[in-house]
Each structure stands twice: as structure tokens, then as C-alpha cells.
């Protein structure tokens, strides 16, 4: 019994308060709001008041009266509310759409209300009139002249009319007391607090941003007696329109009390509002999207070219046949890199077949030299490939080691060892620079000797060279001499019309009989040869073309011998420092290798034993040497040149003079 009266006394406080009206929305998607006009709540929660519809207005009130007084003529309590909105104009509006305002009206839905200026609330006969007993914070954008509005972004408290009894500027007090202004219509949400004190009849406006706590300062204060505009049972909720302009006026959250403070708002559990997609993102979006886009693809683009180039500056042939030849192939890639692309400093020389690069090999550190033959026919790449593989096989000290090879599009690559004295000519030729003395040039040309009848015989195949001659003897780094490039003048034999075959090699060292037949051979290699024994003995080339007469060096030592005084054939330059014996020896040797009968020229194998000095030196008498004979050997090799090109002899014999220039002048 007893217990049963203590329970019913401890629920009458629990009565008292049911009365006072107390609720809380974050978000309304369980609310029973009361809504008209084009208002809404969307699916997550969002109360709409007003969409993107020319002159309409919404409503959404609490669905239950709210009791403001004990009796009609008594006081009104004091009330607080706390609510997030956001009014968001459409994308690139300059000017917003109506506002948004909190009431407290005597019948749901405010009959006969306007949209447009009146905001929803009235018309244009009952604005003002004391009879509405509206009550309304109004929040809004637009000013007005009609209703005296301040501006067009201002707070104002709204009596029975639109012509507020009080407004001011958007915005708050931070902390510091600083005020900072708020742009009502900018799309964000922001917080506002609507406080009552019954007692002392003052309303307390605070607005501030969704991120930012209630400020101690309210943007107003406004001592007003509300006795006589809220009647004792009054609805509470929001009003809003749209006019010309337009805008989407959206509650994210609303909380109320009657005595007492209204409850605060759970933030992170508000509904989001829609992106406006169209206003904030706009920058990210129409500018900096494309541009990204753009950068993207033009990356992409540059990256795929730079694929490409590569991939065609690194191109390469290689053909199944060549597979074979796998360790003497080398990758254009790294013939690239060891010569730093190809560098102009890295250039040694331009022969007559192409230009030579110095290199280092990127793994091995091997010094090298690069000699690029541009060459467009295929045929007979196969078997000159195959030849100058079995060339690499080659092993001797008197000869250019060929390392390998590359082929590319119309070019031909191949890698020697490195020889850091260069070429022979240009200590031959070049005066008044290094002239090597008659003891390096005695050794060089044994050297020679040695290195070609390795080449005619000791080996297992006969390897022809073609083109001996000053230029295409390289010094080591101990000046011995080493035949280079052998073999190179038969690519460009190949392929071509064996009737029309031309002579490859360099004038001066042509044997007549290779100049009529086009066959080259050993006693076409010992004619050449003699020729290079004379260049080095007498420091002058071949042929001479100078005014007043040409010299053809080998009828002129011939007519020096004829004389008697072979020695007087010497370079000057050596001046007394040479063996006679051996000068002698190289210049009669030059002579009989320059012999018109290629039976008659002595083999390898013989000048080499004449040069050790194995075997005594021939008779020149006995083996019918004469200067005709010579002279007729040399006329006949330019006719049948001149013969086998279809132009004038004269311009022929000028063409061959430039190409033996270059051959002569050329490094390897
Ligand atoms: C605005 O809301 C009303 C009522 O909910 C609807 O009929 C209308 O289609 C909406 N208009 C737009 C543009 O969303
Ligand atoms: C919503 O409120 C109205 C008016 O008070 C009431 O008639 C209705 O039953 C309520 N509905 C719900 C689901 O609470
Ligand atoms: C309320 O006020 C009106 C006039 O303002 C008066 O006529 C009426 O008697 C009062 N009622 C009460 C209950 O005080
Ligand atoms: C204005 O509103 C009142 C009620 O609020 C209504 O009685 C009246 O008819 C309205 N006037 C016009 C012109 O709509
Ligand atoms: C106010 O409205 C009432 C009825 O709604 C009307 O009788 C009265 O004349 C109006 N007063 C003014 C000043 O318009
Ligand atoms: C706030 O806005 C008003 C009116 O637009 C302006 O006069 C004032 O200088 C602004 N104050 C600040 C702090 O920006
Ligand atoms: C209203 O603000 C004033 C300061 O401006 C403050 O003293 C008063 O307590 C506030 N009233 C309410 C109900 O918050
Ligand atoms: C409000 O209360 C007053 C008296 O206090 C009464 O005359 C009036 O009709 C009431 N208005 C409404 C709309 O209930």
C-alpha cells in the first residue's frame, strides 16, 4: 500500500513534464512531421522545405500543439530550439532564392499565406495585423525594401509581420568576441539558436557554423514581451518559399524544449545534404578533372613515343640464319652506349666504307672501335656475315682482332679491338708531324708481311683482303703494324650484276689483272702489297696528282732503279737514318710485286723469307722488269676502269681520283 502511493507520487513529476514539450530530431527520417506546400523529407532524413519550383512555399511543423501558457491571458514560458539548415542557391546563381524562418503560428500550415516575400506566413492583407499572433525568426537572403529589410543576408525577428521588429547581420561572435560574418545562402550548414527567458522576456538569436560550438555571445538579444503574440496552444516549426529565384531550403536537424534548455544536437548523426556537385566540386571538376586528364593522356602519349623511339633507335635485323653467330653478335644497345650515341668526339676516322667510333663496352670496359658500314642490299649479307665470323675466328699479332658484329636497317656494324695509334698514313703523310723512323717502318712492314700470308696461309681458308694499303694498317700501342678491315671491299661485291661488277679496292693498289677480271686474288693482294712497301719506303703515295705532271710512284722508283740509284727513291725525310740493305730490299720488293704477270709476283711466303733475310734478294735483271712493262700495267688498269663506267674517261679518272683520295686520307 505504502509503496504503491510512493510510485504514483514519484510519476506525477514525469506528468508534469509530459505537458512540457520536449523532442529532438536528428535527422527526420522517423519524424511525424506535419508537411505542405512542397516540402519533403528525403530518403536519408533531409527535411526539404523548398525544391528548385518557382514560387511555392513549404511547411513543416511539429505535429502536436505545444503548450506556451497555463492559461490564455497568463505569460508565455520560456522556450529554446536549436536547428541546422542550409539554404543552397542553384549552381552559378548570383542571386538566392527567398529564406527560411522559424515560427510559431496558431494553425498549422498558415491558410492563406503567400510564397514569394511573404516567405509562406502571410498576405499581403493580414502582414502585420495583430490578430495573425505569428511569431517568427526569419533567416534570409534577399532584401526587400518593401518590408524594411536591412539587407539582403540578415537575421530578423518577425511579430505578426514580415517587417521585423528587430534584424541584423549574418554571422557570430568568436571566441575573442571578434565578429565574423556568415553567408546565409552559401550551401553550408550552419547552427541557430533560438532562446526564450519567459521571466525576463528576452529572445537570445545565435547562429554560427556546423563546426563551430555555440558561441558565448548571442548575434542579438532583444527584450520583447511574446505574451501577446503566442496564444497558449501554438504549432512550431519552419516556413519557407521560393520565388523567381530559386533555392532548396533544407533542415538538417531540429531539437525543442518548453522550460528549459533544448536539447543539443548529435552533429555526426545528421543526414548529409546532396553534393552540390555543381558549386564546390566545379573547380575540382571543369578544370582541374580535364586538366588531369589531359596530363594523363598526354604522359601516356609521350611515354609510348619514348617506347617507341627507343625501341627504333635500339632496332635491330636479326635473322634466323644468324643465330648461330650468337656470341659474336653484339646488341645495338650497348654499341650505343659504349660510344656515347654515337658522339662526333667519339669519331676516329671516315674511311671509305664508313665512319669508325671509339667505344668502351658498358660490362667488360673493353675498349673498341665501331666501324658503321651503311649497306642496303641483303643479298650476299649471309655469306659476307658468315666470312667475317670466321674472320673473328682469326688470330694473329699482326692483325685487327674483329670482336663482332650488328646489323641494323641498311647498316652494318663492326666492332674491332681499339688501336690506340691510329692509322699509318697519317705518320706517312702528314708531315712535318710524326714520322716514324726507318727501324718502326721496317718492323711495321714485316709485321704487314707476316699478318697477310697468315691470312693466304696459315689458316684454314684462304682469306683475300682486298684493300691493303697505308690507311688500313693500324699501329698498336707498341706501333707494330695490324691489317684491318679485310674482307670489307667484298660486300660490295656482292649483289651486284656480275657484268657490271665493279672493282672494288683503291687505285694505285688495283693489279692490272684485277682490274680486267674483277677476281680478286692472292697475287691481286701481293700486288697491293707492293705498293704499300713503296708508300712506306718512300713516304709518298701511289699516285700523285699534282700539276705539273702526276707521279705514279712505281714508275718513278722504277726509273730511279733504272738510273742506278734506286736509294735516291727514298722518303727525304728519313734522311741518313735507314739500313741501306733493307731500303734497298723493300723498294726491289716494291718493284716486283708492282710485276704487270701475276705469276711473277713473289708469294707471301717468299717476301716474307726476303724480308727476314732468309733468302737472298732476286735478280730485277733476270725477271723482265722494264718500265714499259710497268707503265703499260698502270694505263691498262685506268682503261679498263674508265671502260667500265659509262662516263667520259677524263670525269672517270676524276671520280677514281676522289675515291682513292678518300680511301687514302681515310682512317680505317
Ligand atoms: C518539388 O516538389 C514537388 C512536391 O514534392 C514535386 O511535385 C516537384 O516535382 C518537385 N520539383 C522539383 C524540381 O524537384
Ligand atoms: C502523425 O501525427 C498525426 C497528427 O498528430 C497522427 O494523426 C498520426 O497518427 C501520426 N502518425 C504516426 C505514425 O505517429
Ligand atoms: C483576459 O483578458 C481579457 C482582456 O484582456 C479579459 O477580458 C478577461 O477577463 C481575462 N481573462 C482572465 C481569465 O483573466
Ligand atoms: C489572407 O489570409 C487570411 C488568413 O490568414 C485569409 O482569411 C484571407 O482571405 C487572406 N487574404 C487573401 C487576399 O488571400
Ligand atoms: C486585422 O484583421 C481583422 C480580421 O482578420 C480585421 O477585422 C481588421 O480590420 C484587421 N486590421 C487591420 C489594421 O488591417
Ligand atoms: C560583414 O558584411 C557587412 C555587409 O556585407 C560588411 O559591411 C562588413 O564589413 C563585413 N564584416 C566583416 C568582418 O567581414
Ligand atoms: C541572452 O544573452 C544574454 C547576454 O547577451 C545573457 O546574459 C542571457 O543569459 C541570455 N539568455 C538566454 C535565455 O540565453
Ligand atoms: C489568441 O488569443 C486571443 C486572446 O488571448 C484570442 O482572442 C484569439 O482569438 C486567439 N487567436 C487564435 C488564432 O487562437
Redesign the pocket.
Known sequence: MFFKILAVLSLLPVFAYAQETNFVYNGFRSANLSLDG?A?VTSNGLLKLT???KQQKGHAFHPDPVQFKNSPNGSVYSFSTVFVFAIQPPQYATLSGHGIVFVIVPQRGLPGSLANQYLGMFNATNNGNSTNHVFGVELDPIQNPEFKDINDNHVGIDLNGLTSAYSTQAGYYADGGEFKNLTLSSGKEMQVWVDYDGTVKRINVTLAPINVQKPQIPLFSLRQDLSSIINQSMYVGFSSSTGLFLASHYVLGWSFRVNGEAQALALSQLPKLPRIGKKETPKVLTIGLPLMVLFIVSMLILSVVYVIRRKRRFAEVLEEWERDYGPHRFKFKELYIATKGFREQELLGTGGFGRVYRGILPTSKIEIAVKRVSHESRQGMREFIAEIVSIGRLRHRNIVSLLGYCRRKGELLLVYDYMPNGSLDKYLHNQPKVTLNWRQRFRVIKGVASGLLYLHEGWEQVVIHRDIKASNILLDAELNGRLGDFGLARLYDHGTDPQTTHVVGTLGYLAPEHTRTGKATRNTDVYAFGAFLLEVACGRRPIELRDPEDVILVDWVFSCWDRGAILEARDPRLGAEFVEEEMELVLKLGLICSHSDPLMRPSMRQLLQYLEGDLPMPDLLSMSLSSGGLMFSHREGFDHLAMSYPSSMSKAFTDLSSVAESHLSGGR
Open positions: 512542397i519533403a525544391n528548385f519550383t
